[in-house]
């Protein structure tokens, strides 16, 4: 069981590391292509159809990974499951495509309509993300073997397509590619483990844990993409360009991390309905320990090394970037522990209504702040507010999620990640001083730092050390992904 955590951990990487590793590499060819006005064109447009994406979608992409999770072994009940969730789904992206259709005719507002009628391509699409489905089945190489496919594609056409200052609407349709290519991909696929099915169809039985869940995504969105929202209302479209590109490389981070432990999830909800307590705190336990274990060190080098990021990355047009990267690392470390302590707990145990409560909570500071603070201060002042409002909600997550689990992690395990970190600290300081090149820079930093965080952890028994150094030794001696 521990072995096929392990490998569907490394899929699942896999998959979410090109998922937000392509926009920051494709942003990073763009920003020297592209015009800051043009970039953040596109962005708004993207946020804009993001919201009817998000409501069409409903609670199903955290839910559906639950629901199918729980009975792996029954394929009747898995195709019962799939069949309602896939008609709910297929109802709410209709609904919403009409209304964002509604919404192009009569909108008036900033946006190019052009790039938001490309984007419509994402909501149409929406009924075909059955990603919920591989993940609750555990086929995350799959996942990852299709979205690589995709992702290469996207970027020899970006490369190819993509030339000038006016060839924005490429870059759209390429971006707008890269979801849906995925999303035909699971369809072909689909018939392999599941069948539409007519017989005992409960469709209401999941209208209100995708409903909670919903709100909770929606409430998410709104403190996530209302900063962009209120950016691209408020400021010029350059400055959403430099938040934007800021926000892609922290959540790249984030996405990476959190995917080590969001394969957990179907398995807590499998030992939850089985109430065996024992396994449930292991392995939650292990969860926030390994959460912990990189969320501390990527924290504290993404602040380091900002300018090396901004610079390497997008170029000196958007050394902007470097104040609110600066700002944003915070958010990894935040947002690591909600995800495992709060998100994934509280699904697994069939408390989504606690993540309603938190999402509203961080939703309505998130607005009164970025009322204030983008007004006065710009963009840096939404990435204060994004910090406060999810301080706020991983507080409330984790209160609530102490009904189901009470971590217990040895003052030991937090002592061996502050000294490795100290001893990373000082790696990356020579690095920086001794070499003169921003990539020379970020690339040795970023290698000698992550090597002595790992044997400095090694050497004070950090316990997730010890357990990936055993595993690496596993896999050299019997191979991890032989069938």
Known sequence: MENKIIKNSIYNVLYRLLNVLYPVLSSAYIARVLTPESIGEVVFAQTLVTYFVTIASLGIPSYGAKVIGKNENDSSKRNNNFTELFLINSISTLICLILYSLFIVFYSGMADKILLIIFSSILICNVFNVDWLYQGIGDYKFIAIRNTIIKII??????AFVKTTNDYIWYT????????GNYIFNI???KKHVKFTKSKLHIKRHLRPIIILLFATCATEVYTMLDSTMIGMWCSKSDLAFYSNSVKIVRTIFTVLTATVAVYLPQLSYYYSLNDKSAFLKLSNKGMKFSLFLAIPA??????LSKQLILCFYGANFINCVSTMKILSILIVVFSIAYMGGHVMLIATNHEYSILKATIFGAIINIIFNVFLIRNIGYNGAAISSIIAEIVVTSVLLFEAKEVVNYSIENKFYISIIVSTIFMIVMVNICINVFNNNLMQLLISTILG???YYFSSLLFGNEISISINNRIKSIFKKGLFRS
């Open 450 to 452: 992550s090597i002595f």
């Open 173 to 180: 349709i390429i971006l707008c590619f890269g979801t849906v």
């Open 154 to 159: 996207s970027m020899i056409s970006l490369v």
């Open 188 to 190: 072909v696929n689909l």
């Open 299 to 304: 924290t504290v080098g993404i602040y380091m």
